[in-house]
């Protein structure tokens, strides 16, 4: 199996790692968070979640050649193609867009057109929208196609297998006004956003990115490949009063957490009901890492 490094903090994230029975290292980043307000929040927690996993990757391995993390895949329009957004689990579509434009829409909820950093940068196959994966043959072909079967039922793509896969994650809060939460500021932030979220249903998106590395990853030859995905559960917050409001503060837990709350802890009391995978709310949707894993050849339900 391939090492693992988990490029996050959260011990959040290295409890559910563990509790799934992986073995991994850490790396912490210090990567941008900011958002810019151009973006979705699935394109948001994406791309953020790649410039944790780039920022890594180029600390582990500066002679490496990492590419910038809004480039994380290479091969529709040139080295400076991005990585667009998905439309289901595994889809991924490799985009030629703008740079401040990082993440489009998928065609089709299995499609998969994918590339590789690098000389083995794939073009996508031309054909069925469903298909899941950009064929290719020979020994160095970083993806190689299905045979025969198209649509929902084709057999996952399959980019691995690497010697080592870099795991990036970032979780937001979309209020119910639409505003991207990340982590408060301050008290006055924190009780700002948890009067935002009162008595109402939010959204929860943690976004996830996996950079693979194959051979020496200080070598110019090594072989690299990107895939990210994101995942969104819904949730609803009670009626908040005031002295409620000023009693979590006083805990400390909403500072560090997006949206001001954490689920796992004291924020339990303030959610009544969740609509999706609990494990994304607390900040690693565990299923659908495990299927991005899969992707890149290191499937830990095997």
């Not at 090492?3 to 991994?24: D, N, T, V, Y």
């Not at 968070?33 to 180029?58: F, I, L, N, P």
């Not at 505003?179 to 009067?195: S, V």
Request: hydrophobic share 45%; with cysteine.
């Amino acid at each position: 199996m391939a090492k693992l490094i988990l490029a996050s903090a959260s011990p959040r994230r290295a409890a559910l790692m563990k509790q799934i029975g992986l073995e991994f290292d850490v790396c912490a980043t210090d990567a941008d968070e900011t958002a810019d307000g151009s973006q979705t929040a699935e394109q948001y927690v994406m791309r953020t979640a790649m410039k944790k996993a780039r920022a890594a990757q180029r600390a582990l391995f500066p002679a490496g050649g990492a590419s910038d993390e809004n480039a994380p895949l290479a091969g529709a329009g040139g080295a400076n193609a991005l990585l667009a957004g998905v439309a289901g689990a595994n889809a991924l579509i490799a985009d030629a867009a703008d740079a401040n434009m990082p993440f489009a829409g998928a065609t089709g909820a299995n499609a998969l057109f994918a590339g590789a950093v690098g000389a083995n940068a794939l073009a996508p196959r031309t054909g069925n929208a469903n298909a899941p994966l950009a064929g290719t043959s020979g020994a160095n072909a970083p993806l190689t196609g299905t045979s025969g079967t198209s649509g929902a039922n084709a057999p996952p793509a399959v980019l691995g297998p690497f010697d080592c896969i870099i795991i990036g994650a970032d979780t937001a809060v979309v209020s119910p006004s639409g505003e991207i939460l990340g982590k408060p500021t301050d008290r006055g932030d924190a009780r700002r956003m948890l009067r935002a979220l009162s008595g109402a249903w939010h959204e929860v998106y943690t976004g996830l990115a996996l950079v693979g590395m194959a051979g020496d990853p200080q070598g110019a030859g090594s072989r690299q490949a990107a895939l990210a995905d994101f995942a969104m559960t819904k949730v609803k917050i009670a009626d908040l009063s005031e002295a409620l409001i000023e009693r979590y503060l006083d805990t400390g837990e909403p500072f560090g957490k997006a949206g001001s709350y954490a689920i796992q802890g004291m924020g339990a009391l303030l959610a009544e009901r969740i609509d999706g995978c609990y494990f994304n709310v607390v900040g690693l949707p565990l299923n659908r890492l495990a299927a991005m894993l899969a992707s890149m050849g290191c499937d830990p339900r095997n």
